[in-house]
């Protein structure tokens, strides 16, 4: 249990194209996920936490009109980079906390999103 | 301010065990979850720990102690495919379930 899916998992793009990323929890609820982003042999940056039902919570850093968040179930994240450009290639991985039943917090990770921005 | 350490690089061989330290310093504490990620995979889940004392778990032991803002993975019999990075991360206070992460050791394990 506790599977976490992301699309697309790989993408390459022009600059100025926007791009969606979906996170799905697929086999149970989730209130909060978090999406993150990762440069090589670099740890996991936080970007935003998002809330079903209410907008998210950004980063220090992290521009909201640039990186576009809906979680508009409880199954369902998106993130929409919006007028992409080389400097936003990266690996973007997205996680999901269980709405109950597991230890506090505890996060589920997708298995990421490499974009390339030309 | 928040701060968790770890240690940037770590080798080991085949067979060893290889003790990898992380600690914190955070405003609260609910928690300490260890995770293990491969080159260009998400990371999983490896253990957790909000007690002070030692969680075992197949190959895999965590250490948690609260009072020396103190944790570590063991992982012993290493293999191959062990290799990757272990990252610490602690829960903060408050119900925000957001996570404060280490910045990862990198542990190379050589036959």
């Known amino acids: 249990g506790a599977v976490v899916s992301q699309h697309p998992s790989r993408v390459i793009c022009k600059s100025g194209t926007s791009v969606k990323i979906e996170c799905r929890s697929l086999?149970?609820?989730?209130?909060?996920m978090f999406w993150y982003r990762q440069f090589p042999k670099k740890s996991l940056m936080l970007m935003a936490t998002s809330n079903e039902g209410s907008k998210a919570t950004y980063e220090q850093g992290v521009e909201k009109d640039k990186f576009l968040i809906n979680h508009a179930s409880l199954t369902l994240s998106t993130l929409t980079v919006t007028s992409a450009h080389p400097e936003d290639s990266s690996f973007y991985i997205c996680?999901?906390?269980?709405?109950?039943?597991?230890?506090?917090?505890?996060?589920?990770f997708g298995p990421g999103t490499r974009l390339t921005v030309l | 301010g928040q701060n968790i350490d770890q240690p940037t690089e770590m080798t080991a061989t085949e067979g060893a065990i290889v003790q990898i330290n992380c600690t914190y310093q955070t405003s609260g504490f609910n928690g300490l979850f260890w995770y293990q990620q491969h080159a260009g995979e998400a990371p999983t889940f490896l253990s957790y720990n909000v007690l002070d004392g030692l969680e075992e778990k197949g190959r895999f032991s965590s250490f948690l102690s609260r009072s020396k803002g103190y944790s570590y993975l063991l992982l012993k019999e290493l293999q191959m495919k062990d290799s990757a990075s272990y990252l610490c991360?602690?829960?903060?206070?408050?119900?925000?379930?957001?996570?404060?992460w280490g910045l990862g050791t990198s542990l190379a394990v050589n036959p």
């Open positions: 991360a602690v829960v903060n206070a408050g119900n925000n379930r957001k996570l404060i």
């Open positions: 996680s999901a906390s269980p709405s109950s039943g597991r230890p506090l917090n505890e996060q589920f």
């Open positions: 086999d149970f609820q989730a209130t909060t």
